[in-house]
C-alpha cells in the first residue's frame, strides 16, 4: 500500500467514519434515554411493571444485535422507508433498544446499591418516592453509572460496524465497497482496524481512569458504619459487577 | 392540653413473610410525653417504631393522629391514597436512624434543609436560616457546609437530629440513635436529646441507655417476642416491676 | 438446500436448527480458544518484564477495542488476500475467540485476586511450596469464582456467532435471511429465531446469576 493509496482512499473512507460517528452519537443518546427508562421502570412499586419490564430485559438480552438489526431491516425497513426513514434509523433503533437493557441494567444495580435506611430517611422527611428518587437516590447513584456509560459509547461505536450488514454507508460498509475496487483486503480493513482503535482505545482508557476516580470519590462518600452496619450496599456492589461483567461478556 | 394523644396505634401486629414480629401491640404517645421502648433485639420495638410513621406498613391495626384515623390493616394495599395519608403524616412525625440515615451528597445544611424546603414548601432563604440555628443549637454550626462524610458519628448523629427537628415535627421517633457509636460519642447525642426533652417535644425513643431512660422518661414500655410486657413510669419499671421477665431484661442491659 | 416453496413451519424449524448446530460449533469453539488464549494472555501479563506486561496490556485493548467484525474481515479476507486462506467457520472461530481472551484474560486476574494472601501465607506456614500452594489452594478456590463469568461468555459467544454470516458461515442467521428471502416470512422466522435464542440463553444466565448469588454468600 502506498501513500498515494491510501490518500486516495481517504476522503471516502472518512465520509464513512463520519456516518459512523453520527450513528454512534444518536444511538448513544437513545440507549442512554431508554436505559434509564427500564431503570426506572425496573424498580417501580407495581409489581406488574416490574414484571413485565424484566420479561422484556430478558428477551432484549437474548436477541443477538446483529440478528435484531437484520430483522427489523427486513420487517419494518420498508415501512421505515416509507415514513423516510432510512437504514440509518433501523440501525440506530436496534442498537439502542438492544444495548437499552444492559446499561439499564447497570443503572438499576447502581440505584440498588443505595441503602435502604436512604430510602428510610427521605421517606421519613415526608418525601414522596419521586422527590426521594430525584433528590436522594438518583444524586447517589449517578456517578457509579457515570463510567459504564462512556464504556457503552465504545460498544455501540463497535455494534455500528454491523450496520453495514444492512446497507448503512458507515466506515465497514464504505471499505468494503472500496475492497471490491481495489483487491487490498487487509491493507484497507488494516486501515479502518486502525481507524476504530484510534477512537476505542484512548476512549476505554478514559473509562478505565474514570472508574478509579468515581471510586475513589465514592469511597470518601460512604460513611463507614453505613459500609458495614448494612448489607445492602455490598449486595447491590456485587449485582453491578456481575452485571458489568455479564454486559463484557458479550461486549468482548 | 397536655393529655392529648398525639399518635395511637391500637392492635398493631406485623409479619414478615410467616415470622410474627409483632403480635398485638397498643401504644398510645401523649403531647411532651417522652416514651421509652427497652427490650432484647428482636422483641420487636423497632418495628413497633417504624409503623408509628408507617416507613413499615402494619400488617393489622389501627393508627390514629391527633385522634383522627389515619389508617386501617389489613387495607386495600398499595392504594395511592394511603400512600398520600402515610406521607402527610411523616410531615408530622419525624425519624432519627441508628445509621443517621445522612445524605451523603449534600451538606450537613443542605440535609437539614431538604424537607423544609421540599416537603413544606419553605423559601431556601428562610430555610438555610432555620437550619443554621438548628445546627448551633446541636453544636454543629461551624460544620455548616461540610459532608457526612467528614464528620464523626456523634456529629453525624447530632445533624441527623437537627435534620428532624428542622420539620417542626409534633413528635420524633429515635431508632436506637447511639448504638451506632463509639461509646466516647454517646454522650453528646443524648445530651441534645435531653436539652430536646426538657425543650418539650414530644419524643418515642427505641433505646438500650437504661440510664438515659430512666431519668428523662416520662413512661418505659419493655417489649419482648413482640408484645409488650411491662409499662409504667420509670421509677415502676426499674424499681418495682411486676414482671421477673422484665428485671432479667433489665439487668442484662444494665449489665452490658 | 432444501425447497421452501411450500414451506411450513416444521421445515423452516429444521432448517434454523441446523443452522444452530453451526452456531454452538462456532461458539464452543471461539470459547475454547478464547479459554486457552486467555490463559496466554494472562501469562503475558504476569510476566516479570515491564514492557512484556504493557505489550500484552496493549494488545488485549486492541482485541477488545476492535469490532469483531473488521477483526472477522481481517482474517477471513485479509489473510486471504494475502494468499493465507482460511475457512470461513474457523476464521470466525478465530476472531470471536480472540477477542473474547481479551476478556476471559480478565476473569482470570479477579479470580486471582479473590484469593486473599492470608490464604497464601496459611499455605506457606504449612510448608508447601509455591507450586503446590497454587494447586492445592489458589486454584481451587478461584474456580468456583471462574465458572459464571465463563458461562456468561459462552452465552455471549453464541450471539457473537450470528457475526460469522458475514462470511457466508451457515449458522441460525444466515439460514433465517436464506428462509426469509425464499418465503418473505418474516415475522414467522425472526420470532422462531427470538425463542429459540431464549430458550437457550436465558436458562444459562439464570443459571450463572444463581452461581454468582451463592458465591456471595459463600463469602
Known amino acids: 500500500m502506498s501513500l498515494t493509496e491510501l490518500e486516495s482512499w481517504m476522503p471516502v473512507l472518512l465520509q464513512g467514519l463520519l456516518v459512523s460517528l453520527e450513528l454512534t452519537a444518536v444511538a448513544s443518546l437513545l440507549t442512554f434515554a431508554f436505559a434509564t427508562m427500564i431503570a426506572l421502570l425496573r424498580i417501580s412499586p407495581l409489581r406488574p411493571i416490574r414484571l413485565v419490564t424484566t420479561a422484556f430485559v430478558d428477551l432484549d438480552r437474548s436477541v443477538p444485535l446483529l440478528a435484531l438489526l437484520i430483522f427489523v431491516y427486513f420487517g419494518l425497513g420498508k415501512y421505515l422507508a416509507f415514513l423516510g426513514l432510512p437504514a440509518f434509523w433501523v440501525a440506530v433503533l436496534a442498537i439502542s433498544v438492544n444495548e437499552a437493557a444492559y446499561l439499564g441494567e447497570v443503572y438499576r444495580a447502581a440505584i440498588e446499591s443505595i441503602s435502604q435506611e436512604q430510602w428510610d430517611a427521605a421517606t421519613s422527611l415526608g418525601l414522596s418516592r419521586r422527590q426521594t428518587l430525584a433528590l436522594v437516590i438518583l444524586p447517589q447513584a449517578v456517578p457509579a453509572g457515570i463510567p459504564p456509560t462512556v464504556n457503552d459509547v465504545i460498544y455501540i461505536l463497535k455494534a455500528s460496524s454491523l450496520a453495514s450488514l444492512v446497507s448503512v454507508n458507515e466506515l465497514t460498509n464504505v471499505s468494503t465497497q472500496l475492497v471490491s475496487v481495489t483487491f487490498l483486503p487487509m491493507q484497507i480493513y488494516m486501515t479502518i482496524g486502525a481507524m476504530y482503535l484510534a477512537l476505542t482505545v484512548p476512549l476505554s482508557y478514559f473509562a478505565r481512569w474514570l472508574e478509579v476516580y468515581v471510586n475513589r470519590r465514592l469511597g470518601l462518600r460512604v460513611p463507614p458504619e453505613a459500609a458495614h452496619g448494612a448489607v445492602v450496599p455490598i449486595a447491590g456492589a456485587t449485582d453491578l459487577s456481575a452485571a458489568v461483567s455479564a454486559k463484557d461478556a458479550t461486549d468482548a | ?256 | 438446500m432444501l425447497s421452501l416453496t411450500n414451506a411450513n413451519p416444521l421445515t423452516i424449524l429444521q432448517l434454523l436448527l441446523a443452522g444452530g448446530e453451526v452456531t454452538l460449533e462456532v461458539s464452543i469453539g471461539s470459547w475454547l480458544v478464547s479459554v486457552i488464549a486467555g490463559l496466554l494472555f494472562l501469562a503475558f501479563r504476569q510476566a516479570p518484564y515491564r514492557p512484556v506486561r504493557w505489550a500484552a496490556d496493549f494488545v488485549i485493548t486492541c482485541l477488545r477495542s476492535m469490532p469483531q467484525l473488521v477483526l472477522l474481515y481481517l482474517v477471513f479476507f485479509g489473510l486471504g488476500g494475502i494468499g493465507i486462506n482460511i475457512n470461513p467457520i474457523v476464521s470466525a472461530i478465530v476472531a470471536l475467540g480472540l477477542t473474547e481472551a481479551g476478556f476471559t484474560s480478565e476473569v482470570y486476574r479477579a479470580g486471582l485476586l479473590t484469593v486473599s494472601d492470608e490464604q497464601r501465607e496459611a499455605g506457606a506456614s504449612l510448608g508447601l511450596g509455591s507450586f503446590q500452594i497454587f494447586r492445592l489452594i489458589v486454584l481451587p478456590e478461584m474456580v468456583p469464582f471462574l465458572v459464571p463469568p465463563l458461562l456468561n461468555s459462552f452465552v455471549g459467544l453464541t450471539k457473537a456467532a450470528t457475526i460469522a454470516s458475514a462470511v457466508g458461515v451457515p449458522e441460525i442467521l444466515y439460514q433465517s435471511t436464506t428462509i426469509i428471502n425464499e418465503t418473505f416470512q418474516v415475522l414467522l422466522v425472526s420470532m422462531l429465531v427470538i425463542v429459540l435464542y431464549v430458550i437457550f440463553t436465558v436458562p444459562l444466565t439464570r443459571l450463572s446469576a444463581a452461581l454468582e448469588l451463592r458465591l456471595g454468600y459463600a463469602h
Open chain 2, 1 to 256: 392540653m397536655p393529655d392529648e394523644p398525639i399518635l395511637e396505634m391500637r392492635g398493631l401486629r406485623k409479619t414478615f413473610g410467616r415470622a410474627e414480629v409483632v403480635c398485638g401491640v397498643d401504644i398510645v404517645v401523649r403531647r411532651g410525653e417522652k416514651v421509652c421502648m427497652l427490650g432484647p433485639s428482636g422483641s420487636g420495638k423497632t418495628t413497633t417504631l417504624r409503623c408509628l410513621n408507617l416507613l413499615t406498613e402494619p400488617s393489622s391495626g389501627e393508627l390514629y393522629f391527633h385522634g383522627q384515623l389515619v389508617g386501617r390493616w389489613p387495607s386495600g394495599r398499595g392504594s395511592r391514597s394511603a400512600a398520600n395519608d402515610a406521607q402527610r403524616l411523616r410531615r408530622h412525625v419525624s425519624m432519627v436512624f441508628q445509621h443517621f440515615g445522612l445524605f451523603p451528597h449534600l451538606t450537613a445544611l443542605d440535609n437539614v434543609t431538604l424537607g423544609p424546603v421540599h416537603v413544606l414548601g419553605m423559601n431556601r432563604r428562610e430555610a438555610a436560616e432555620r437550619a443554621r440555628a438548628l445546627l448551633r443549637r446541636v453544636g454543629l454550626e461551624q460544620f455548616a457546609e461540610k459532608h457526612p462524610a467528614t464528620l464523626s458519628g456523634g456529629q453525624r448523629q447530632r445533624v441527623a437530629i437537627a435534620r428532624a427537628m428542622a420539620m417542626n415535627p409534633d413528635v420524633i421517633l429515635f431508632d436506637e440513635p447511639t448504638s451506632a457509636l463509639d461509646p466516647e460519642m454517646v454522650g453528646e447525642v443524648l445530651s441534645i436529646m435531653e436539652q430536646l426533652a426538657s425543650d418539650g417535644m414530644t419524643m418515642v425513643i427505641v433505646t438500650h441507655e437504661t440510664n438515659f431512660a430512666r431519668h428523662v422518661a416520662d413512661r418505659v414500655v419493655v417489649m419482648e417476642n413482640g408484645v409488650i410486657l411491662e409499662e409504667g413510669t420509670p421509677v415502676d419499671i426499674f424499681e418495682r416491676p411486676t414482671q421477673r421477665r422484665t428485671r432479667e431484661i433489665l439487668r442484662a442491659r444494665v449489665q452490658a
